[in-house]
């Protein structure tokens, strides 16, 4: 499976590295420059959960931190005897 949030579509994206030569301005130099430039990977932190479907159904998903942070996720109850709707609408 992809790395790829299914509830915000991030995913893994690239950009540069720079290697850099001299001294800052601000600490009293001419300036840096740049030397090299490689590709690397920024990687979104992406877990797999279980998760609560929209149609009631449960199932591992992989969603990124953000989502689960902001309440993308919903998250089924850990034990299936926590809650029991005909028992307290008896009492």
Do not use: H, W
Request: glycine fraction near 10%; charge should be positive.
């Amino acid at each position: 499976m992809p790395r790829v949030c299914e509830f915000t579509g991030r995913k893994t994206t690239t950009g540069n590295t720079y290697t850099l030569r001299g001294k800052a301005k601000y600490l009293g130099g001419v300036g840096t420059k740049v030397t090299g430039k490689t590709k690397r990977k920024f990687k979104a932190n992406i877990q797999t959960v279980n998760a609560v479907m929209p149609d009631g159904s449960v199932r591992k998903v992989k969603a990124s931190t953000k989502a689960i942070k902001s309440g993308l996720v919903v998250k089924p109850l850990k034990r299936k005897y926590a809650y029991k709707p005909e028992a307290s609408a008896a009492e």
